[in-house]
C-alpha cells in the first residue's frame, strides 16, 4: 500500500461481529506479494441479498455474473480477488468466474447460483485460473478472518482500509469497502460488502441498498471516471430472529434503513479520503436550484473540474472557476443571482464579488483538510451535495504506474 493518505481516519474503527458470517482471506499472489489479496465470507442458509452494480456498459465478468443471480435475492458466500479485475476479459473473464463458483460450490457444499463474485485491478487481463482456484481450496480452509483483514484483502492502490458499523435494533450492520481512484458516480469505482443479522427480505435489502447508495456511493468523484467492477452487495443472515423487515411500511424500517444510509455514507466518505493523491476532503453543496436533480448535476460540475480541483490543491481562492463549472453544467442559472460561499467567505452575491468579500480570509478556509463550497442558485428549493477531493501530483504519479 502506498503512503496513507493524510485525510485517513486515525484507525480502523472496532467492528462488531455479525451473527453468522464466517470471513476468510488468504494471500493468493494474483498480483501483490506478502499479503491476502482473496477475500471469502461464508454465509448461513437462509440469507437474503440485494445489491447494485456499476452502470459502465462494459461492465466486468463479476459484475455479469452476479447481476445474473441477485434477482433472486439468496446467498451463501461472496468472494473477491483484488490485482484483477478480470473485465474486458470476453468468454475467458465468464469461464474464470463459473470455474471459481465451481470451486467453491463443491467446497462449501451450496448452489453455485448463490455465490458472489468480485473482482478489482488491472482491466484486460485474464486470471490465472489454476493459481486462482488452487487458492480458493486454500482459502475455504484458512484460519477466521477479522473486518480489518477482509477489509485489507480487498484494497488495490487504497492507502488505508475501510470499515463502517451501526447499530439496529437487535443487531448490526457492518460494512468495509476499497476505493481509492477511477471514483465516479453510477457507483462510483469501488466494491462495498455489508452485512446484518437483523432479518429482511431480499426485497426490503435491495430498496434499502439502492436508496443509501443514491445518497452516498452515487455522490462521489474523485476523477469522474466510472470503474468497469462497481459493486455493493447488502447480505442478511437474519440470526436475530426478528420479524422479518420487508420494507417502509414495516415498523423497523425506518431504522435499518437509516443504518445502512449511515454505513454507505461513512464508507463513501472514507474512499474520498483516500482519493489517489489527496490532501483536501471537498463538499459541493448547492442550493437554490430549480430542483434537486438540477443542484446534483452544478454540483458534480464543480466537483469534477480539473480547474477547481487543482485551485484547492493549491489552497487558492480563484473562484472563477466556480463560476466556470455552474455556467458549464447546462442547467438552469442567472449570473446576477448567483451566491458562493468559500468555508464561511462569502465571494460573491447578485453576480458581483462580494463587497467584504478578502481573498486572504478564503485561502485560510482552504487551508483546512476539510473544505466546503456554497452555491446559492437563486432560483428554487432544489439542493444536493457531491463529496470529492482536490487533485495533486500524487494522482497522475499512481495512475501513470499504476500496471508496472
Not at 465571494?347 to 463587497?355: I, L, N, R, S, Y
Not at 446559492?376 to 444536493?384: F, H, I, T, V
Amino acid at each position: 500500500m502506498s503512503p496513507v493518505s493524510p485525510l485517513a481516519p486515525e484507525s480502523f474503527p472496532e467492528l462488531p461481529a455479525v451473527a453468522g458470517v464466517d470471513l476468510h482471506t488468504f494471500a493468493a499472489n494474483l498480483r501483490y506479494r506478502e499479503r491476502p489479496d482473496l477475500f471469502l465470507a461464508v454465509l448461513p442458509e437462509g440469507t437474503t441479498v440485494g445489491g447494485v452494480f456499476t452502470t459502465s456498459a462494459c461492465p466486468s465478468g463479476p459484475v455479469d455474473w452476479c447481476k445474473q443471480i441477485v434477482d433472486a435475492g439468496v446467498a451463501r458466500a461472496v468472494v473477491c480477488n483484488a490485482g484483477n479485475a478480470n473485465a474486458f476479459t470476453g468468454s475467458v473473464g465468464a469461464a474464470s468466474v463459473h470455474a471459481e463458483v465451481k470451486v467453491l460450490s463443491a467446497a462449501l457444499n451450496v448452489p453455485g447460483d448463490q455465490i458472489f463474485v468480485a473482482s478489482t485491478g488491472v482491466i484486460g487481463e485474464p486470471l490465472n485460473d489454476d493459481q486462482l482456484t488452487s487458492a480458493l481450496s486454500q482459502l475455504v480452509d484458512s484460519p477466521a478472518a477479522s473486518w480489518a483483514d477482509a477489509a485489507k484483502a480487498i484494497t488495490t492502490t487504497d492507502t488505508f482500509i475501510k470499515g463502517a458499523a451501526a447499530d439496529v435494533p437487535g443487531g448490526n450492520v457492518v460494512g468495509i469497502a476499497k476505493g481509492s481512484g477511477m471514483i465516479a458516480p453510477d457507483m462510483a469505482t469501488m466494491l462495498g460488502f455489508l452485512f446484518t443479522d437483523v432479518a429482511a427480505t431480499a426485497q426490503a435489502l435491495q430498496l434499502a441498498v439502492s436508496q443509501a447508495t443514491s445518497q452516498s456511493f452515487n455522490r462521489i468523484t474523485v476523477d469522474s471516471d466510472t470503474s468497469t467492477s462497481d459493486t455493493v452487495l447488502l447480505f442478511s443472515t437474519g440470526a436475530v430472529g426478528n420479524d422479518p423487515i420487508d420494507g417502509p411500511d414495516h415498523p423497523a424500517w425506518a431504522e435499518f434503513s437509516a443504518a445502512v444510509f449511515e454505513v454507505c455514507l461513512d464508507l463513501a466518505h472514507q474512499i474520498v479520503r483516500d482519493g489517489e493523491g489527496a490532501t483536501k476532503f471537498i463538499e459541493v453543496h448547492v442550493e437554490g436550484a430549480t430542483n434537486d436533480e438540477s443542484a446534483e448535476i452544478v454540483a458534480r460540475s464543480i466537483a469534477d473540474s480539473p480547474l477547481v480541483k487543482t485551485a484547492m490543491a493549491a489552497e487558492d481562492a480563484n473562484w472563477g472557476r466556480i463560476v466556470m463549472a455552474v455556467g458549464k453544467a447546462g442547467e438552469p442559472a442567472d449570473r446576477d443571482k448567483l451566491a458562493i460561499w468559500i468555508g464561511e467567505e462569502q465571494v460573491t452575491e447578485a453576480g458581483v464579488v462580494h463587497p467584504d468579500y478578502n481573498e486572504d480570509r478564503a485561502n485560510e478556509w482552504l487551508a483546512n483538510d476539510d473544505v466546503l463550497v456554497r452555491v446559492d442558485m437563486g432560483l428554487g428549493e432544489g439542493s444536493a451535495s457531491i463529496w470529492t477531493c482536490d487533485l495533486t501530483h500524487g494522482y497522475i504519479e499512481i495512475n501513470a504506474g499504476y500496471r508496472s
